[in-house]
């Protein structure tokens, strides 16, 4: 029975490592701490390796702050775009309510129209439903960058224990309680961790982009239907406007362009003819 409970345990812990539980678990509170007390006395110019630690922990404090705020503001585009998709359904389906109607009518032109009107809105939900898979993609990578800011600060913190306790170490500081050989291994263990969470964001950061670029091939097709471009926010694309929408990307851009130069050249030769 006693081996039995043994290959169960067993089983447990291959299926909790397998599925990402102990290996990925959240980064948690450093264990050792040396106390800036015991270096007060020290010249500040010895302390040129603490302070700069100090510096990289806040830096890394702030970008875990920034990658909390990143997740909670793709939430609320995620939301957006879900009833962008709801409303572009609704499209199809009166839609197809008129090309039944057309149908019936018999008229070429009404026909016509309506099979086009229909094409467009079933482009457009192609469209939107490829802008909800890149966005929620997009926060699959946010959640493990996130993931990677907060080892990232654990790794700065304990980078500036370290830095502190060895200015101790080299001071022949001895506190009650502190074992010098503690913070080292912290380091190195924190440090191993954030290169982990660093691929694992590559990762997301990977397939986030494969669905974007899948997202904007079909929301130009759905805009060449809809004679217009759209407008969508593209937050790994390029900066947004001050209106808060995305820039036009370069081929939305390349079109304008192109589509005015005509303009231009006419009025040189209305104005070269007279």
């Not at 593209?234 to 370069?250: E, F, H, I, K, Q």
Request: net charge positive; hydrophobic share 35%.
């Amino acid at each position: 029975m006693g081996a039995l409970t043994k290959s169960f345990a067993g089983l447990f812990v291959f299926t909790i490592i397998a599925c990402g539980g102990p290996k990925d678990s959240p980064p948690g509170p450093l264990g050792k701490h040396f106390d800036d007390m015991y270096i007060a006395a020290i010249p500040l110019d010895q302390k040129q390796q603490v302070v700069q630690t100090q510096n990289d922990w806040s830096v890394a404090k702030m970008e875990n702050a920034k990658a909390d705020a990143d997740v909670n503001s793709v939430n609320t585009q995620i939301e957006v775009a879900r009833n962008d998709l709801k409303a572009a359904h609704l499209s199809v389906d009166s839609g197809n309510t008129q090309k039944r109607d057309a149908d019936k009518s018999g008229d070429g032109n009404r026909i016509n129209q309506a099979t086009k009107d229909l094409r467009t809105a079933e482009d457009m939900v192609k469209a939107a439903d490829a802008r909800e898979h890149y966005l929620e993609a997009y926060r699959e990578y946010l959640k493990r960058q996130q993931r990677w800011a907060q080892e990232n600060m654990y790794a700065k913190e304990a980078a500036y224990e370290l830095a502190k306790a060895q200015l101790g170490q080299k001071a022949n500081i001895a506190p009650k309680g502190v074992v010098y050989t503690d913070f080292p291994s912290q380091n190195d263990e924190r440090s191993r961790r954030v290169g982990g969470a660093k691929d694992r964001a590559e990762a997301e950061k990977r397939k986030a982009q494969e669905a974007r670029e899948a997202w904007l091939r079909a929301q130009r097709n759905a805009d060449a239907e809809n004679g217009k471009p759209s407008n969508y926010p593209d937050p790994m694309g390029l900066p947004t406007t001050a209106g808060g929408a995305a820039s036009p990307g370069p081929r939305s851009a390349r079109r304008r362009r192109v589509a005015s130069r005509p303009k231009a050249r006419a009025s040189w030769s209305s104005t070269t003819n007279a």
